[in-house]
């Protein structure tokens, strides 16, 4: 049975936004990047998912397709964006098979909440290699595409259809700096200096290259491996809730839409002004735990999702 439409998307968009487009998504089976994809789908593009676990991106696309009736979604296991050559394959099998890339969210991430005292140089050099070099690889291998798309698509046409937009998913903890994460803070921060530049090196050629900041989104699973304390972290976002998923798709519909034309280079924090109430109680910070007290003690959430078992061996 296909997930209710209000799950995934809000009500503002009109139907066919994106025929006969196409959209590249590295990390297209994580909770947020498959809802991002699925209101894409929703709206006419075909898709193409990659993900290092093969059962769950074809999973993944199997179900994202149920989204329209008609939508060509692949999804394309045991592809690591850390490897150039993953990347660029799977690039190549979704231009031959869907025939062409007009968008892109490059949304594949690693994280776990670690202390700067327990965290060897090779799990910092995962986050960044995953995040940075990752998100520099699908790049590079999209480019040629999203020029092509951009040619077929000046702004502005008629009938609106856009072509030759890229997008990013980071985050916000590197603003204001973040204890527990400090992996992920600079490699998300490498992510949105990469996708300016783009942005200025590609601009000329028609591609918008943005970035798109999730603050703490229920039910995903960077929340489950972020904290155990959902609901207070929802209590104190200014906006009065936890973000939803769809509050991402809708900042994505929006970039890639003829209604975002002109923003290129930018930053959207989709975050209800979390980020601005500070970093020092974010992830890994249970309520009973106290900034800086916890980093004396060494303690994190329990039971996180990819939380260390054992004590640090450094
Ligand atoms: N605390 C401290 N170090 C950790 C850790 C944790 N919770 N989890 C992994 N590491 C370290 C490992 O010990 C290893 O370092 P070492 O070789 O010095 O021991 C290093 O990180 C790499 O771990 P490994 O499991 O070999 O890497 P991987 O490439 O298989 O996995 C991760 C990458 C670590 C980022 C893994 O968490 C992952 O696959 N994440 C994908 C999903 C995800 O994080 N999504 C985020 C959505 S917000």
């Known amino acids: 049975m296909s997930l209710p439409e209000s799950e995934y998307m809000s009500p503002t968009w009109r139907d066919g936004l994106f025929n006969n487009r196409v959209v590249f998504v590295t990390g297209g089976a994580g909770t947020i990047c498959s809802a991002q994809t699925r209101a894409l789908v929703r709206l006419g593009a075909d898709a193409c998912i990659i993900g290092r676990n093969v059962e769950k991106t074809e999973k993944a696309a199997k179900d994202i397709a149920t989204a329209r009736a008609g939508a060509r979604v692949i999804g394309i296991g045991g592809c690591d964006v850390r490897n150039f050559q993953s990347v660029a394959d799977a690039v190549e099998r979704c231009v031959k098979e869907l025939g062409a890339i007009d968008f892109v969210i490059a949304g594949a991430a690693g994280n776990f909440v670690v202390p700067l005292s327990g965290m060897s140089p090779n799990a910092f050099k995962s986050v960044i290699d995953i995040d940075v070099l990752g998100t520099f690889n699908t790049v590079k291998a999209t480019l040629p595409h999203l020029v092509t798309s951009a040619e077929k698509n000046p702004h502005a046409k008629a009938e609106g ?154």
Request: aromatic share 6%; charged share 15%.
């Open 161 to 314: 259809r856009t072509g030759g937009r890229i997008l990013a998913v980071s985050a916000t903890f590197h603003y204001t700096g973040m204890p527990l994460q400090a992996h992920v803070a600079a490699a998300k921060a490498g992510v949105d200096s990469l996708m300016t530049s783009v942005a200025l090196e590609y601009g000329p050629r028609g591609v918008t290259s943005n970035v798109i900041a999730p603050g703490p989104i229920a039910n995903t699973e960077g929340m489950a491996r972020l904290s155990n304390a959902e609901a207070e972290i929802g209590s104190r976002v200014p906006g009065g809730r936890l973000g939803a998923v769809r509050d991402i798709s809708d900042a994505t519909v929006y970039l890639f839409s003829d209604a975002g034309s002109y923003v290129n280079g930018h930053v959207l924090v989709v975050d209800g002004a979390s980020w601005r109430m500070g970093g020092a109680n974010g992830p890994g910070v249970d309520s009973t735990m106290q900034y800086p007290n916890y980093l004396f003690t060494g303690e994190i959430s329990k039971g996180l999702a990819g939380g260390k078992k054992s004590k640090s061996k450094l």
